[in-house]
């Protein structure tokens, strides 16, 4: 069975400083992963994709992933984070098939001014 | 705007009582899903649907009832047995036609809590 890891529930990071948020995965196939936000009250909104293949996703609003086969992890990053980036953020694998989306249990990014 | 939509926003149920939550969407999506939300546990599945009248129990499904008559529509309900209904609720749909690797969208969730 597919599984995603956050392993931090809280990231602090000042305006202008580049931002991480980590995850790691375990599929028994070929990996489908996916970086969510979501806003307070609100419902989840799609952020980017792992592309087969293309090892750096960029995605909405300035956010980029890099996806690493040997280490099983697809890790959130932006150059400058914004106060206004500040939100939960999800990690989620599907490995094939129709399947529903497995996601991890978010990471709460506080961007401090 | 193709979207989906969730109602009510704000719930509440009285000790007993079976409510139900719906959930509609416009984007001609075959698969439809009910996730719960609480506070540092992530989204659970609760029931999936991946055409008209079929469905499946997710991780989460005891207390929860779920339908599927037509392809917009995935109505939840929340019945009497499930004894910790207080939570966010989220419904997505998603599409395979064009593969494995396409997102599901989400609706803004229903809030419910106990009277």
């Known amino acids: 069975a597919q599984s995603v890891a956050q392993p931090e529930d809280q990231v602090n990071v000042a305006e202008g400083n580049p931002l991480t948020v980590k995850c790691t995965y375990s599929?028994?196939?070929?990996?489908?992963l996916f970086w969510y936000v979501q806003y307070p009250n609100r419902g989840l909104q799609f952020l980017l994709k792992?592309?087969?293949?293309?090892?750096l996703v960029k995605g909405s609003y300035g956010f980029e992933a890099e996806f690493n086969k040997s280490q099983t992890s697809f890790h959130l990053k932006k150059p400058s984070a914004l106060v206004s980036d500040s939100a939960l953020y999800f990690c989620?694998?599907?490995?094939?098939?129709?399947?529903?989306?497995?996601f991890g249990k978010g990471t709460r990014l506080s961007v401090i001014a | 705007d193709g979207g989906i939509t969730q109602s009510p926003k704000y719930l509440f149920r009285k000790e007993g009582q079976n409510v139900t939550l719906s959930c509609e969407q416009n984007?001609?999506?075959?698969?439809m899903y009910w996730y719960r939300q609480d506070p540092g546990q992530g989204l659970r599945l609760i029931y999936y649907?991946?055409?008209?009248?079929?469905?499946q129990k997710g991780d989460i499904a005891e207390g929860y009832s779920v339908s599927r008559e037509k392809k917009e529509s995935f109505p939840l309900t929340v019945t009497s047995a499930q004894k910790n209904p207080t939570a966010f609720y989220l419904c997505?749909?998603?599409?395979?036609?064009?593969?494995?690797?396409?997102?599901?969208?989400f609706g803004d969730g229903t809030r419910l809590s106990i009277l």
């Open positions: 997505a749909s998603s599409t395979y036609h064009r593969g494995y690797n396409q997102p599901q969208h």
């Open positions: 792992y592309i087969t293949g293309d090892n």
């Open positions: 649907s991946q055409i008209v009248n079929d469905f």
């Open positions: 989620a694998v599907r490995d094939g098939g129709n399947t529903p989306l497995v």
């Open positions: 984007l001609n999506h075959d698969a």
């Open positions: 599929v028994s196939g070929n990996p489908y």
